[in-house]
């Protein structure tokens, strides 16, 4: 086999640089030292050292006598020699991780002179990440909201419509709202250790409503404990004065007291609750309380908790309401966090059945649908969209009385108007942000792109004698010759030019990290090694791989950020008979 390649390099896109600092403007350089160099992030010193003597006498300048490659291959040299310079010391190599290359230029060397060793480093980053977050803390109000609007519906089920046919728009359901609620809250950190919460709710309910606001003052007394108190007003209930205590009693256990007194237009009405919570293992809780006051109860509560489900078991004793209850949940491992659920809950006031799903819609919403069915409440449907730190609640009321109809229509209307809406509209909405968001990479980072293109190409020229070298040893011996690489995003259905321009040819950089007919790639984004660029900036990229070992052809795909081994017997491709 005579070597032939010149080692092109195609393919147009952004490589974005990783943006952030100590006050929200430091700046991670996206030259990756530990990629650049080909080795692990737990890399020894010696491991270190082979690397960086490789990449020296491939980049050494007085191996190149042409001064356009001569110029090439000090710029790289120094490049790998910065890398190994950092790297290499265990100070210099402990702010790398942490702040990237920004940190060495300013924050770091600061740090250094402060800080003798690694780990006094890092305490110290810890440290000024603390007070970082809490100028953070002071700046925000963190407000959260909640919207419910009732909807009664009846008049589509329980209607007898020969009584309305003679009266005029009778053929129509009469569809109304009938309640709604407002509230709304945000907090004021006072010191590292005070937070004020001002909140306030209006209800509306048939034409009679009213509403009240509270203002409480919340210390954080130590690290097991807090205490607040509340101060609140209403034209129903009159004024509020409340005290409520956190205590973590131990690691596994923790103890919640509250204590109330309101002042209503029948007199005073005082209030007292005490909860005690355990961890029963990593995932159980188990909960006891008691509650005094106009509704006096004894509650005991199991809950438990995984990454796939969610189960809770209840059961309350008191007046006017006891009751048991129980609830599951499931949770899919998918993008959208689809969760499906189900409880059932029996009491003094009846039956309630309740059954529904819940979905992630975009990267701030999230949405739900539940199935109320009781008796003698008759059916519901509730929907909620939580946005951010507002959630909308929409509780339609279809029927007093069981009926299979709204039961089907409740179940099968919502899952319809889903999947509309969220193929007409929600995933050309997504699409088309990630377009947009990536149309804006490209645009931002264009000349630095460029700038790593060149640099890729460059190194490509400056690798052909030693790529020569090693293939004329390697096909000696039967060795590890890669015939093809190519790097970047497929797109299997659409025609070979559109793949073509995002992915770029590696076969020489590859080529030239074969050692002892092996290739062993670390486990980091591969856009970062000599003769390599990203083609593709913030797209899924992969590298494709055909290459003889022995005399047999293999081939192999491998994700962007996965280690990668050759040869194996895996990647064999079986020759037809």
């Not at 507002?390 to 299979?404: G, I, N, R, S």
């Not at 995002?502 to 984004?525: A, F, G, N, R, W």
């Amino acid at each position: 086999m005579s070597f032939q390649r010149t080692g092109g390099v195609g393919g147009t896109g952004p490589n974005a640089n990783m943006a952030a600092s100590l006050d929200d403007d430091f700046e991670f350089n996206n030259q990756d030292y530990y990629s650049l160099l080909n080795v692990r992030k737990e890399a020894t010193l010696e491991e270190l050292k082979a690397s960086y003597r490789r990449l020296c006498m491939l980049y050494h300048p007085d191996k190149h006598r042409d001064p356009e490659l001569k110029s090439q291959a000090e710029q790289l040299f120094n490049q790998v020699h910065q890398a190994y310079e950092v790297l290499s010391d265990e100070h210099s190599r402990a702010i790398y991780d942490i702040f990237g290359k920004k940190g060495l230029e300013v924050e770091g060397w600061e740090v250094v002179e402060r800080k003798r060793t690694p780990a006094e480093i890092r305490e110290e980053y810890e440290r000024l990440q603390r007070e970082r977050e809490e100028r953070r803390l002071q700046q925000r109000t963190n407000p959260k909201g909640t919207i419910s609007v009732g909807v009664d519906a009846t008049d589509l089920f329980d209607r007898y419509d020969e009584d309305f046919e003679e009266m005029p728009g009778g053929g129509f359901p009469h569809i109304e709202i009938n309640k709604m609620h407002i509230s709304q809250s945000i907090e004021a950190p006072l010191t590292n250790s005070d937070t004020a919460v001002l909140s306030g709710s209006l209800s509306t309910h048939n034409g009679n409503g009213g509403g009240n606001i509270n203002m409480t003052v919340r210390r954080v007394t130590s690290a097991k404990g807090w205490g607040e108190v509340e101060l609140g007003a209403g034209d129903i209930l009159g004024p509020l004065i409340g005290l409520k205590v956190f205590r973590n009693v131990s690691p596994r256990c923790f103890l919640t007291a509250q204590c109330g007194l309101q002042f209503s237009p029948r007199g005073l009405r005082p209030s007292c609750s005490l909860m005690t919570a355990r961890h029963l293992d990593q995932n159980t809780m188990g909960y006891l309380q008691w509650r005094w006051g106009p509704n006096s109860a004894m509650t005991t509560s199991l809950v438990r908790d995984t990454k796939s489900s969610h189960f809770t078991l209840a059961l309350q004793l008191g007046v006017p309401h006891s009751y048991l209850m129980m609830s599951y949940q499931y949770k899919f491992q998918d993008e959208d966090q689809t969760k499906v659920k189900g409880s059932v809950k029996t009491g003094w006031f009846g039956t309630v059945v309740e059954y529904g799903a819940e979905r992630k819609i975009s990267r701030h919403s999230v949405l739900s649908a539940t199935v109320s069915i009781g008796v003698p409440q008759g059916v519901t449907l509730k929907i909620k969209l939580a946005r951010a730190s507002q959630t909308y609640l929409f509780p339609v009321h279809l029927t007093d009385q069981l009926l299979p109809s709204a039961v089907f229509y409740a179940t099968v209307g919502p899952l319809l108007v889903y999947m509309a809406i969220h193929r007409l509209i929600i995933i050309p909405y997504t699409q088309a942000q990630k377009e947009q968001e990536l149309e804006l990479q490209r645009k931002s980072s264009a000349t630095d792109i460029a700038k790593k293109k060149q640099e890729a190409e460059s190194a490509v020229l400056l690798m052909q004698e030693s790529v020569r070298r090693i293939i004329e040893a390697e096909e000696a011996k039967m060795g590890l010759i890669i015939l093809n690489a190519w790097y970047g995003k497929f797109v299997s259905d659409t025609s070979q030019k559109q793949e073509k321009a995002k992915v770029i040819d590696v076969t020489v950089p590859l080529q030239c990290l074969v050692k002892d007919s092996k290739l062993i790639l670390t486990e980091s984004s591969k856009a970062g090694l000599p003769g390599f660029y990203d083609p593709c900036v913030g797209e899924e990229k992969s590298l494709k791989l055909l290459y003889q070992f022995r005399g047999v052809m293999h081939q192999v795909i491998s994700a962007d950020t996965d280690p990668l081994r050759i040869p194996k017997q895996s990647h064999r491709i079986e020759s037809e008979p």
